[in-house]
C-alpha cells in the first residue's frame, strides 16, 4: 500500500495512505478508496466429506483451501460460485441449489498488496463424488475429506479456518 506515492489526478508525489482504507493527495482533492473485495468459497459435500483444493500458488501455497474466489464487477456471489467452480474443477453447477451460509472479514495478501475481503460461505451438495478436472495455474489437487480428517492448521485462510471450526462442530 505505501508503494503507491503519486497522485494520478495531479501527478505530485503526494498521496497519504491512511493505513485502513484509503488514499488521499494533499496537493489537490484526489481520494482514492481500496474498498473490502467480495469472495466466495463453497463447500462442495458428499455425505460427510468435503472437496477441498490444494492451493498451486501464493499467498498459502500448498495448503488446502475451499473452492472459490473474487466476485467480478456486475457479478452476484451466486453467479461467482458457479463460474469459480466451473473455472476451477469443470463443476457445473446448478445455482438454485448453493445454499448460503455465512460471511467472515479475512486478509488477502497478493503482490504486496493487501485487500480485505468479505468471504461469503455457500454449501453445495452432490449425490456422488466425479472426476475433478483441475486448473493446475492455481491448484495442485482436489481433496476430498471426511470431517474428522480436517486439520484446521491445513487451512490456507484464517476466515476459512474461523468458518470451518464453527460448521464442524
Given at each position: 500500500?505505501?508503494?503507491?506515492?503519486?497522485c494520478p489526478k495531479c501527478g505530485q508525489q503526494s498521496l497519504k495512505w491512511d493505513g485502513e482504507k484509503k488514499?488521499?493527495?494533499?496537493?489537490?482533492?484526489?481520494?482514492?478508496?481500496?474498498?473490502?473485495?467480495?469472495?466466495?468459497?463453497?463447500?462442495?459435500?458428499?455425505?460427510?466429506?468435503?472437496?477441498?483444493?490444494?492451493?498451486?500458488?501464493?499467498?498459502?501455497?500448498?495448503?488446502?483451501?475451499?473452492?472459490?474466489?473474487?466476485?467480478?464487477?456486475?457479478?452476484?456471489?451466486?453467479?461467482?460460485?458457479?463460474?469459480?467452480?466451473?473455472?476451477?474443477?469443470?463443476?457445473?453447477?446448478?445455482?438454485?441449489?448453493?445454499?448460503?451460509?455465512?460471511?467472515?472479514?479475512?486478509?488477502?495478501?497478493?503482490?504486496?498488496?493487501?485487500?480485505?475481503?468479505?468471504?461469503?460461505?455457500?454449501?453445495?451438495?452432490?449425490?456422488?463424488?466425479?472426476?475433478?478436472?483441475?486448473?493446475?495455474?492455481?491448484?495442485?489437487?482436489?481433496?476430498?475429506?471426511?470431517?474428522?480428517?480436517?486439520?484446521?492448521?491445513?487451512?490456507?485462510?484464517?476466515?476459512?479456518?474461523?468458518?470451518?471450526?464453527?460448521?464442524?462442530?
Amino acid at each position: 500500500m505505501k508503494d503507491l506515492k503519486f497522485c494520478p489526478k495531479c501527478g505530485q508525489q503526494s498521496l497519504k495512505w491512511d493505513g485502513e482504507k484509503k488514499w488521499n493527495c494533499s496537493e489537490c482533492d484526489f481520494i482514492l478508496f481500496h474498498n473490502v473485495a467480495g469472495a466466495v468459497a463453497v463447500l462442495v459435500k458428499n455425505g460427510d466429506e468435503i472437496l477441498f483444493t490444494r492451493r498451486n500458488q501464493e499467498p498459502n501455497k500448498g495448503k488446502l483451501d475451499l473452492a472459490g474466489g473474487f466476485v467480478d464487477p456486475k457479478e452476484s456471489a451466486e453467479e461467482t460460485c458457479v463460474r469459480e467452480l466451473f473455472e476451477e474443477m469443470k463443476l457445473k453447477v446448478d445455482i438454485s441449489q448453493l445454499k448460503y451460509l455465512a460471511s467472515l472479514p479475512n486478509i488477502y495478501e497478493y503482490k504486496n498488496i493487501i485487500y480485505n475481503t468479505l468471504d461469503l460461505f455457500y454449501e453445495y451438495h452432490i449425490s456422488e463424488k466425479f472426476e475433478v478436472n483441475l486448473e493446475i495455474s492455481e491448484i495442485s489437487e482436489a481433496v476430498w475429506l471426511h470431517k474428522e480428517q480436517i486439520n484446521l492448521d491445513d487451512i490456507a485462510f484464517d476466515s476459512q479456518r474461523k468458518f470451518l471450526e464453527k460448521y464442524l462442530k
